[in-house]
């Protein structure tokens, strides 16, 4: 687990991975700093030195302990034996965050719910509200785990939606919200694509955050447009949000930038 070098950081922030022989919980500023560059991709252990702006043998010592908690990975240069680089090796799950923690009277806030309203989409809905506010109320993200579960479903729209021109797709597409009880999905532009949902289902609920929150839409429509941007993923960007205090949420859907011939290619 991780060793607290810097501790003394007004509020605690951590971050959660999944690694080959468990969970890792990292709070430390420096390893997550550490942790956010290699998010970009392999690292030297040079530039992660000047990057990070601290001592050698201190960024050592943080690679270090980050390599044995299972976190990070390294390997040497097969040119140079003398250069090592780094790269991440483990999940992803969410943060804790003192500083996010959202003050809201829980009890209040489930006080709408009608446990004996039989209608399924209420029940689901209420199902995923308790769960995030809960979370939230103790400072915990999972975004990252609601990406992925969105990318799961969205791959499977995407094999439904696989030849589809982009007209008939997103005609589907609306089609599946509102059979669902997602909300309303309308698309105001397709260039670039833009598609707003208005009673979303993910946010409409949560107590204000200032922050995009449909992590789960992100993923699905990133999952499910990949066959309509050939190459690499879509890039999807939630520009408006209720949550944000927005009247709807807003994603624009565009192509991954395309990376210069001769240029590192960062995951």
Known sequence: MDRRDDASVAGTQAGIFRTATGLCIVDSPTRRKILDMLREGEMAFEEIVERVGRAKSTTSVHLRDLVDDGVLVSRLDSGDRRRKYFSIDAEYLGRISDTERVAENLAGFFSGFDPFD???????????RSIRVTLLADGISIDPVLTAAGKAIGEGLAR??????????????????ERNGLGCLEVPS???????????????????????????????LTATFAGHFPGSAPVVRETACYAMGSGCCRFVIEPAPRVAPGAAVRA
């Open 118 to 128: 039989l209608d399924p989409v209420a029940f689901y809905r209420a199902v995923l």
């Open 160 to 177: 439904a939606f696989e030849g589809m021109p982009l007209p008939e797709m997103l005609e589907g597409l609306a089609g599946f919200w």
């Open 190 to 220: 397709t260039a670039p694509l833009e598609l707003v949902v208005y009673d979303c289902f993910e946010c409409v609920d949560l107590p204000f955050l200032g922050r995009p929150a449909c992590s789960f839409e992100e993923g699905l």
